[in-house]
């Protein structure tokens, strides 16, 4: 009975640990690298990871549930670990990869964390995926240029955002390496900068949504 915490705690620090490591990985793998708070997840994030699978040809769609967006304020975010725990229930599909890879990591910056698995991975062809509100923000990431240098990157269409995504600074600055849809396929094999904008899924859901409506 008295060691009854201590087990639950030695278990959950396990856990843990594991979900902050970095998930297999083979050489030649197309893996997208989809962050977000996850706050909660929703039936979009996983809609537009399936889209991607398909449109963008990967083997795999890495949720990288981010210990905390730079950009927004956290502190009612719940811990990484519950947000992780929702991911896996809705990914639902073995190609959907929820991971607290960044915690372990110890980074918060997307280009500090894609710097370091396209360093510790050459062989693999990661891509970052994004919707279309996060492009109209994208030139305030920190070092996004450099960002932008180091992986392709599927834009994909977001219902709200998709008249002026393409008319948005790093959209403008990033506009001659946008390569047709038509040839999205080839986009992991790509040399960066390249990136592609992803029409097809106009979801109007947000975790905003469900947080105002208390789902989550
Ligand atoms: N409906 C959607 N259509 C396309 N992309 C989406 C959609 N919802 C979320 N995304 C994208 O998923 C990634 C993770 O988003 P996030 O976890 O912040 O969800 P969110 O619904 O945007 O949350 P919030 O409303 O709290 O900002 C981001 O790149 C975001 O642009
Ligand atoms: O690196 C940055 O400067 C940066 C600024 C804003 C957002 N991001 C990342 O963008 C992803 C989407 O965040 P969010 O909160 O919109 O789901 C998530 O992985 C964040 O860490 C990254």
């Excluded at 843990?16 to 990985?25: H, M, S, T, V, Y």
């Excluded at 039936?43 to 795999?60: E, F, G």
Aim: proline fraction near 8%.
């Amino acid at each position: 009975m008295g060691t009854e915490p201590a087990t639950r705690d030695v278990r959950h620090d396990a856990r843990g640990a594991a979900d902050r490591r970095i998930p297999p990985l083979a050489p030649g793998l197309r893996v997208g690298l989809y962050g977000g708070s996850f706050n909660p997840p929703h039936a979009a994030h996983r809609a537009v990871s399936l889209l991607a699978l398909k449109r963008l040809r990967l083997d795999r769609v890495w949720w990288l549930v981010t210990p905390g967006n730079p950009l927004k304020d956290n502190h009612a975010l719940p811990p990484l670990a519950a947000r992780l725990d929702r991911a896996l229930a809705m990914a639902r599909h073995p190609a959907l990869v929820p991971t607290g890879l960044e915690a372990g990591l110890g980074t918060r910056f997307t280009y500090d964390t894609v710097a370091t698995l396209v360093r510790r991975y050459p062989q693999v062809h990661f891509v970052w995926l994004m919707g279309a509100d996060n492009l109209a923000s994208f030139h305030r990431w920190q070092r996004w240029k450099d960002l932008a240098a180091l992986l392709p990157i599927a834009v994909i269409d977001r219902a709200g955002c998709s008249l002026n995504a393409t008319a948005t600074p790093a959209a403008i600055a990033l506009g001659r390496w946008r390569i047709d849809e038509a040839d999205a396929g080839s986009l992991a094999d790509r040399p960066a900068p390249s990136w592609v904008f992803l029409h097809g899924l106009k979801s109007p859901l947000s975790s905003t949504l469900l947080r105002q409506r208390g789902v989550s």
